[in-house]
């Protein structure tokens, strides 16, 4: 079993403010760009494209806004490029963090970033030197809640996951980024019920972390950066001992 940061489960239950900021309208609508220029604007063929439209649809995201965003991406539409970042941090306790934004500003968007990393302890790094010790991977998150996690757990395995660990009520499966929506379908397939799918960066190894003055100053960082309008995900390899 590789390391999995808690960090992905904090976030979930961080309460109504946060989901409610999470689903902005402008950060699902540059995923759904980004995807597009990537890909193309044809979601059958575009899986990237496919979960950034099903997570702007589960967030109520008006259609005609999708289809724009769907547009920009193609070139159909003129608007401000928007980019991928991938910024490579250490924050307290010497721990990898990873950063991803999308950005029409890199010179806005960097900046901001820092000054979060700045504020709470921790610094940029030069690129490499954190993510090599992460492996991107595909993510699907189950309900497991009155279910047979053992059932679950070789469902997961049958239809091709990499690896899975318990995230609160949930049951997170992990696969390798190409076979990502093979084994959602077959997943599915089986009748289990998939909350959420996505690419995440998972840490090779964590980091214990037993001081609760500096799990705090983690948390506080982790948010931070969270809370910077352009950043979509903060990934990070530390785990807080809860003894």
């Known amino acids: 079993m590789s390391g999995h940061s808690k960090w992905s489960t904090i976030k979930r239950a961080k309460g109504a403010a946060?989901?409610?900021?999470?689903?902005?309208?402008?950060?699902?609508?540059?995923?759904?760009?980004?995807?597009?220029?990537?890909?193309?604007?044809?979601q059958d063929s575009n899986f990237s494209l496919r979960m950034a439209i099903d997570k702007a649809k589960a967030a109520s995201m008006p259609k005609d806004n999708i289809?724009?965003?769907?547009?920009?991406?193609?070139?159909?539409?003129?608007?401000?490029?928007?980019?991928?970042?991938?910024?490579?941090?250490?924050?307290?306790?010497?721990?990898?963090?990873?950063i991803e934004a999308t950005t029409d500003n890199k010179n806005r968007t960097a900046p901001e970033v820092k000054t979060a990393l700045t504020k709470y302890g921790g610094k940029f790094a030069s690129t490499g030197a954190v993510s090599y010790q992460?492996?991107?991977?595909?993510?699907?998150?189950?309900?497991?809640?009155?279910?047979n996690k053992e059932d679950l757990e070789l469902a997961a395995i049958d239809a091709g996951s990499e690896d899975f660990s318990?995230?609160?009520?949930?049951?997170?499966?992990?696969?390798?980024?190409?076979?990502?929506?093979?084994?959602?379908?077959?997943?599915?397939?089986?009748?289990?019920?998939?909350?959420e799918v996505s690419f995440s960066w998972e840490p090779k190894d964590v980091i214990k972390i037993d001081d609760k003055v500096v799990a705090e100053k983690l948390l506080t960082l982790m948010h931070a950066l969270d809370e910077v309008e352009d950043v979509v995900n903060v990934y990070a390899n530390f785990v807080i001992n809860d003894d």
């Not at 991406?73 to 991928?84: D, F, K, N, S, V």
Request: charged fraction near 25%; aromatic fraction near 4%.
């Open 18 to 42: 946060d989901v409610k900021r999470s689903a902005s309208f402008s950060r699902l609508a540059n995923a759904v760009i980004v995807a597009a220029k990537n890909g193309g604007g044809n």
């Open 67 to 98: 289809e724009r965003a769907i547009k920009r991406g193609t070139g159909e539409i003129a608007g401000a490029i928007i980019e991928e970042m991938l910024y490579e941090a250490i924050g307290p306790a010497n721990t990898g963090i990873l």
């Open 134 to 147: 992460f492996t991107k991977l595909g993510k699907i998150l189950v309900d497991s809640t009155g279910t």
């Open 166 to 195: 318990e995230e609160g009520d949930d049951l997170a499966i992990f696969t390798k980024p190409t076979e990502l929506d093979q084994v959602r379908k077959t997943l599915e397939a089986n009748g289990i019920i998939i909350k």
